[in-house]
Protein backbone atom coordinates (compact mmCIF):
# COMPACT_ATOMS: atom_id res chain seq x y z
CA UNK A 1 0.00 0.00 0.00
CA UNK A 2 0.89 3.60 -0.66
CA UNK A 3 1.89 5.63 1.50
CA UNK A 4 3.32 9.59 1.73
CA UNK A 5 6.88 10.04 3.01
CA UNK A 6 6.72 11.63 6.30
CA UNK A 7 7.84 14.98 5.71
CA UNK A 8 6.08 15.79 3.24
CA UNK A 9 3.21 13.94 4.72
CA UNK A 10 3.61 16.32 8.02
CA UNK A 11 3.79 19.78 5.41
CA UNK A 12 0.61 18.73 3.76
CA UNK A 13 -1.13 17.57 7.30
CA UNK A 14 -0.78 20.69 8.52
CA UNK A 15 -1.60 22.39 5.54
CA UNK A 16 -4.96 21.05 5.57
CA UNK A 17 -5.42 21.84 9.61
CA UNK A 18 -4.63 25.28 8.88
CA UNK A 19 -7.07 24.93 6.03
CA UNK A 20 -9.52 23.73 8.54
CA UNK A 21 -8.88 26.38 10.80
CA UNK A 22 -9.74 28.58 8.13
CA UNK A 23 -13.14 27.29 7.36
CA UNK A 24 -14.22 26.99 11.25
CA UNK A 25 -13.49 30.68 11.78
CA UNK A 26 -15.44 31.93 8.84
CA UNK A 27 -18.15 29.67 9.28
CA UNK A 28 -18.96 31.19 13.20
CA UNK A 29 -21.99 32.93 13.30
CA UNK A 30 -21.47 37.00 12.78
CA UNK A 31 -24.49 38.40 12.86
CA UNK A 32 -24.75 38.69 16.80
CA UNK A 33 -26.61 41.03 19.41
CA UNK A 34 -27.69 40.05 22.92
CA UNK A 35 -26.34 36.84 22.76
CA UNK A 36 -23.02 37.84 22.40
CA UNK A 37 -21.48 35.53 25.40
CA UNK A 38 -22.73 32.66 23.44
CA UNK A 39 -20.99 33.10 20.19
CA UNK A 40 -17.64 33.91 22.33
CA UNK A 41 -18.30 30.61 24.20
CA UNK A 42 -18.51 28.45 20.71
CA UNK A 43 -15.75 30.49 19.45
CA UNK A 44 -13.59 29.17 22.85
CA UNK A 45 -13.88 25.98 22.42
CA UNK A 46 -14.20 25.67 18.28
CA UNK A 47 -11.01 27.46 17.87
CA UNK A 48 -8.77 26.30 20.51
CA UNK A 49 -6.57 24.12 18.00
CA UNK A 50 -7.95 20.68 18.46
CA UNK A 51 -6.27 18.25 15.71
CA UNK A 52 -9.05 18.38 13.37
CA UNK A 53 -8.76 14.61 12.60
CA UNK A 54 -12.60 14.23 11.81
CA UNK A 55 -13.21 16.88 8.89
CA UNK A 56 -10.18 15.61 7.87
CA UNK A 57 -10.94 11.77 7.49
CA UNK A 58 -14.25 13.34 5.51
CA UNK A 59 -12.53 15.57 3.54
CA UNK A 60 -10.25 12.61 2.64
CA UNK A 61 -12.50 10.15 2.23
CA UNK A 62 -14.49 12.64 -0.39
CA UNK A 63 -10.95 13.07 -2.50
CA UNK A 64 -10.94 9.00 -2.30
CA UNK A 65 -13.80 8.56 -3.77
CA UNK A 66 -12.95 11.28 -6.76
CA UNK A 67 -14.64 14.37 -5.02
CA UNK A 68 -13.70 17.78 -5.92
CA UNK A 69 -16.41 20.43 -5.53
CA UNK A 70 -15.20 21.64 -1.79
CA UNK A 71 -18.49 23.86 -1.69
CA UNK A 72 -20.16 20.78 -0.43
CA UNK A 73 -17.55 19.07 1.42
CA UNK A 74 -16.50 22.02 3.16
CA UNK A 75 -19.79 22.74 5.55
CA UNK A 76 -20.42 19.40 6.54
CA UNK A 77 -17.11 19.05 7.66
CA UNK A 78 -17.39 21.99 9.88
CA UNK A 79 -20.98 20.59 10.85
CA UNK A 80 -18.73 17.73 12.09
CA UNK A 81 -16.08 19.65 13.83
CA UNK A 82 -18.94 21.38 15.27
CA UNK A 83 -20.41 18.57 16.98
CA UNK A 84 -17.26 16.85 17.87
CA UNK A 85 -17.07 20.06 19.83
CA UNK A 86 -20.22 20.07 21.24
CA UNK A 87 -19.33 16.76 22.72
CA UNK A 88 -16.44 17.49 24.32
CA UNK A 89 -17.50 20.95 25.85
CA UNK A 90 -20.73 18.89 27.51
CA UNK A 91 -18.27 15.78 28.28
CA UNK A 92 -16.33 18.06 30.49
CA UNK A 93 -19.01 19.34 32.21
CA UNK A 94 -19.53 18.43 36.19
CA UNK A 95 -22.60 16.67 35.99
CA UNK A 96 -20.33 13.88 33.48
CA UNK A 97 -16.19 13.71 33.47
CA UNK A 98 -16.26 17.74 35.60
CA UNK A 99 -12.64 18.03 33.84
CA UNK A 100 -10.98 21.80 34.21
CA UNK A 101 -8.57 21.26 31.33
CA UNK A 102 -8.82 20.93 27.51
CA UNK A 103 -6.88 21.54 24.70
CA UNK A 104 -4.64 22.61 26.50
CA UNK A 105 -6.63 25.91 28.35
CA UNK A 106 -9.54 25.65 31.14
CA UNK A 107 -12.71 24.11 29.72
CA UNK A 108 -15.53 26.02 28.57
CA UNK A 109 -17.57 26.19 31.77
CA UNK A 110 -14.75 26.83 33.81
CA UNK A 111 -14.30 29.89 31.76
CA UNK A 112 -17.86 31.35 30.98
CA UNK A 113 -19.76 29.05 33.96
CA UNK A 114 -22.04 25.91 33.96
CA UNK A 115 -25.08 27.50 32.50
CA UNK A 116 -23.16 28.73 29.05
CA UNK A 117 -21.21 25.45 29.21
CA UNK A 118 -24.50 23.50 28.66
CA UNK A 119 -25.99 26.32 25.79
CA UNK A 120 -22.35 26.15 23.94
CA UNK A 121 -23.06 22.96 23.52
CA UNK A 122 -26.68 23.18 22.46
CA UNK A 123 -25.76 26.07 20.14
CA UNK A 124 -22.40 24.06 18.98
CA UNK A 125 -24.26 21.17 17.93
CA UNK A 126 -27.80 23.09 16.60
CA UNK A 127 -25.41 24.96 14.63
CA UNK A 128 -23.72 22.24 13.21
CA UNK A 129 -26.97 21.30 11.38
CA UNK A 130 -28.00 25.03 9.88
CA UNK A 131 -24.38 23.94 8.18
CA UNK A 132 -24.79 20.46 7.14
CA UNK A 133 -28.27 22.10 5.59
CA UNK A 134 -25.82 24.33 3.53
CA UNK A 135 -24.39 21.39 2.81
CA UNK A 136 -27.20 19.53 1.61
CA UNK A 137 -27.71 22.73 -1.10
CA UNK A 138 -24.67 22.60 -2.51
CA UNK A 139 -24.03 18.96 -2.78
CA UNK A 140 -24.53 17.59 -6.25
CA UNK A 141 -27.04 15.95 -6.46
CA UNK A 142 -28.56 16.95 -3.71
CA UNK A 143 -29.32 13.51 -2.93
CA UNK A 144 -25.61 12.79 -1.90
CA UNK A 145 -25.88 15.85 0.78
CA UNK A 146 -28.96 14.27 2.05
CA UNK A 147 -27.25 10.84 2.74
CA UNK A 148 -24.31 12.85 4.17
CA UNK A 149 -27.12 14.30 6.70
CA UNK A 150 -28.79 11.43 7.12
CA UNK A 151 -25.43 9.63 8.14
CA UNK A 152 -24.53 12.83 10.66
CA UNK A 153 -27.75 12.50 12.39
CA UNK A 154 -27.69 9.01 13.01
CA UNK A 155 -23.87 8.30 13.98
CA UNK A 156 -24.22 11.62 16.33
CA UNK A 157 -27.53 10.54 18.25
CA UNK A 158 -28.69 7.69 20.27
CA UNK A 159 -27.44 5.51 17.82
CA UNK A 160 -24.03 7.20 17.85
CA UNK A 161 -22.05 9.07 19.89
CA UNK A 162 -24.81 9.86 22.62
CA UNK A 163 -25.98 6.02 23.16
CA UNK A 164 -22.44 5.18 23.52
CA UNK A 165 -21.80 7.87 26.17
CA UNK A 166 -25.11 6.89 28.15
CA UNK A 167 -23.71 3.36 28.74
CA UNK A 168 -20.27 4.80 29.36
CA UNK A 169 -21.86 6.69 32.13
CA UNK A 170 -24.17 4.41 33.67
CA UNK A 171 -21.13 1.68 34.12
CA UNK A 172 -18.69 4.25 35.47
CA UNK A 173 -17.63 2.50 38.66
CA UNK A 174 -18.28 -0.49 37.51
CA UNK A 175 -16.48 -3.34 36.52
CA UNK A 176 -17.31 -3.50 32.16
CA UNK A 177 -17.09 -6.89 30.68
CA UNK A 178 -15.73 -6.86 27.02
CA UNK A 179 -18.96 -6.62 24.72
CA UNK A 180 -19.73 -3.62 26.90
CA UNK A 181 -16.81 -2.09 26.33
CA UNK A 182 -16.52 -2.39 22.59
CA UNK A 183 -20.04 -1.15 22.24
CA UNK A 184 -19.09 2.24 24.19
CA UNK A 185 -16.17 2.49 22.42
CA UNK A 186 -17.42 1.62 18.98
CA UNK A 187 -20.01 4.17 19.50
CA UNK A 188 -18.66 6.87 21.36
CA UNK A 189 -15.59 7.34 19.94
CA UNK A 190 -15.84 5.42 16.86
CA UNK A 191 -19.49 6.61 15.47
CA UNK A 192 -18.22 10.35 14.97
CA UNK A 193 -14.91 8.45 13.16
CA UNK A 194 -17.57 6.25 10.70
CA UNK A 195 -19.63 8.80 9.92
CA UNK A 196 -16.47 11.19 8.80
CA UNK A 197 -15.27 8.32 6.17
CA UNK A 198 -19.08 7.37 4.97
CA UNK A 199 -20.20 11.02 4.84
CA UNK A 200 -17.51 12.00 2.64
CA UNK A 201 -18.29 8.89 0.55
CA UNK A 202 -21.84 9.85 0.10
CA UNK A 203 -20.62 13.00 -0.94
CA UNK A 204 -18.55 11.97 -3.82
CA UNK A 205 -21.44 10.18 -5.20
CA UNK A 206 -19.81 6.44 -3.85
CA UNK A 207 -21.92 3.26 -4.14
CA UNK A 208 -24.12 2.22 -0.72
CA UNK A 209 -21.40 -1.34 -0.52
CA UNK A 210 -18.77 1.66 -0.86
CA UNK A 211 -20.40 3.91 2.05
CA UNK A 212 -20.72 0.83 4.45
CA UNK A 213 -16.48 -0.48 3.88
CA UNK A 214 -15.70 3.35 5.01
CA UNK A 215 -17.82 2.08 7.71
CA UNK A 216 -15.85 -0.89 8.64
CA UNK A 217 -12.79 1.38 8.07
CA UNK A 218 -13.90 3.69 10.59
CA UNK A 219 -15.11 1.49 12.99
CA UNK A 220 -11.64 0.19 13.80
CA UNK A 221 -9.97 3.41 13.74
CA UNK A 222 -11.90 4.34 15.87
CA UNK A 223 -11.67 1.46 18.03
CA UNK A 224 -7.49 2.21 17.65
CA UNK A 225 -8.41 5.85 18.38
CA UNK A 226 -10.16 4.81 22.20
CA UNK A 227 -7.43 2.51 22.88
CA UNK A 228 -4.38 4.72 22.04
CA UNK A 229 -6.58 7.47 23.95
CA UNK A 230 -6.61 5.24 27.24
CA UNK A 231 -2.98 4.38 27.16
CA UNK A 232 -1.92 8.18 26.54
CA UNK A 233 -4.38 9.06 29.44
CA UNK A 234 -2.12 6.51 31.14
CA UNK A 235 1.51 7.39 30.01
CA UNK A 236 1.61 11.07 28.45
CA UNK A 237 1.76 14.22 30.16
CA UNK A 238 -0.82 16.91 31.14
CA UNK A 239 1.14 19.15 29.19
CA UNK A 240 1.21 17.03 26.17
CA UNK A 241 -2.14 16.72 25.93
CA UNK A 242 -3.45 19.51 26.52
CA UNK A 243 -6.39 17.87 29.45
CA UNK A 244 -5.45 16.07 32.41
CA UNK A 245 -3.67 12.43 32.46
CA UNK A 246 -4.77 9.58 34.74
CA UNK A 247 -8.40 10.71 34.42
CA UNK A 248 -9.88 7.15 33.60
CA UNK A 249 -8.58 5.91 37.04
CA UNK A 250 -9.58 9.87 38.91
CA UNK A 251 -13.09 8.65 37.03
CA UNK A 252 -12.83 5.13 37.96
CA UNK A 253 -13.57 3.78 34.37
CA UNK A 254 -12.70 0.33 33.08
CA UNK A 255 -10.29 0.76 29.86
CA UNK A 256 -9.35 -1.80 27.13
CA UNK A 257 -5.98 -0.98 29.72
CA UNK A 258 -7.37 -1.87 32.52
CA UNK A 259 -8.74 -5.07 31.10
CA UNK A 260 -5.78 -6.42 29.49
CA UNK A 261 -2.69 -4.20 30.49
CA UNK A 262 -0.81 -1.77 28.66
CA UNK A 263 1.74 -4.23 26.17
CA UNK A 264 -2.00 -5.67 24.83
CA UNK A 265 -3.20 -2.40 23.95
CA UNK A 266 -0.24 -1.19 22.39
CA UNK A 267 -1.01 -5.12 20.41
CA UNK A 268 -4.54 -4.11 19.78
CA UNK A 269 -4.14 -0.67 18.12
CA UNK A 270 -1.78 -1.79 16.04
CA UNK A 271 -4.11 -4.87 15.33
CA UNK A 272 -7.31 -2.62 13.78
CA UNK A 273 -5.14 0.31 12.10
CA UNK A 274 -4.04 -2.74 10.30
CA UNK A 275 -7.08 -4.04 9.76
CA UNK A 276 -8.21 -1.00 8.54
CA UNK A 277 -5.56 -0.38 6.16
CA UNK A 278 -5.77 -3.72 4.87
CA UNK A 279 -9.88 -2.65 3.91
CA UNK A 280 -8.60 0.25 2.51
CA UNK A 281 -5.68 -1.55 0.36
CA UNK A 282 -8.73 -4.12 -0.89
CA UNK A 283 -10.83 -0.99 -2.24
CA UNK A 284 -9.96 -0.22 -6.44
CA UNK A 285 -9.97 3.89 -5.62
CA UNK A 286 -6.55 4.69 -3.38
CA UNK A 287 -5.50 8.13 -1.29
CA UNK A 288 -2.00 8.24 -0.42
CA UNK A 289 -2.69 11.30 2.45
CA UNK A 290 -5.65 8.56 3.90
CA UNK A 291 -3.39 6.33 4.31
CA UNK A 292 -0.38 7.84 5.96
CA UNK A 293 -2.95 9.33 8.58
CA UNK A 294 -5.09 6.33 9.36
CA UNK A 295 -1.29 4.74 9.64
CA UNK A 296 0.31 8.05 12.28
CA UNK A 297 -2.81 7.11 14.37
CA UNK A 298 -1.22 4.57 16.16
CA UNK A 299 2.18 6.21 16.75
CA UNK A 300 0.26 9.62 17.98
CA UNK A 301 1.11 11.30 20.95
CA UNK A 302 -1.50 13.47 21.73
C1 LIG B 1 -21.70 14.54 25.85
C2 LIG B 1 -23.23 13.59 24.09
C3 LIG B 1 -21.92 13.64 24.70
C4 LIG B 1 -20.96 12.87 24.20
C5 LIG B 1 -19.63 12.85 24.70
C6 LIG B 1 -16.94 12.29 22.55
C7 LIG B 1 -17.49 12.19 23.92
C8 LIG B 1 -18.86 11.76 24.06
C9 LIG B 1 -16.79 12.54 25.01
C10 LIG B 1 -15.45 13.09 24.99
C11 LIG B 1 -14.52 12.35 25.88
C12 LIG B 1 -13.81 11.25 25.18
C13 LIG B 1 -12.58 10.71 25.79
C14 LIG B 1 -14.27 10.79 24.07
C15 LIG B 1 -13.69 9.76 23.29
C16 LIG B 1 -13.34 10.29 21.97
C17 LIG B 1 -12.12 11.10 22.05
C18 LIG B 1 -10.83 10.42 22.27
C19 LIG B 1 -12.24 12.40 21.89
C20 LIG B 1 -11.11 13.33 21.81
O1 LIG B 1 -10.93 13.53 20.45
P1 LIG B 1 -9.60 14.13 19.85
O2 LIG B 1 -8.42 13.45 20.46
O3 LIG B 1 -9.67 15.63 20.39
O4 LIG B 1 -9.71 14.10 18.37
P2 LIG B 1 -9.15 16.97 19.72
O5 LIG B 1 -9.06 17.94 20.87
O6 LIG B 1 -7.82 16.71 19.06
O7 LIG B 1 -10.19 17.36 18.73
Redesign the pocket.
Known amino acids: MRRMETEQFAIEQQDKREQIEQLLENALPQEISYQKTIRDAMEYSLM???????PMLLMESYRLFGGKDMDSVSPFMVAM?LI??????????PA??NDEY??GRKTTHVVYGEDMGILA?DALLNYAYEMAGQGVRAAEPMECGLRALEILAHK?GIHG??G???V?VELTGQAIDEERLQFI?QL??GA?IEASLMMGAALAGASEADIQRMEQIGRNVGMA??IQ?DILDLVSTTEEL??PVH?DEKNEKTTYVTIHGIEKAKEAVEQYSETALDLLEGMDVSNDFLNTLIETLIR?K?
Open positions: AGGKRLREHTYSLVHDDLMDRRGAMVGQVDYKTLFQDGKSRK
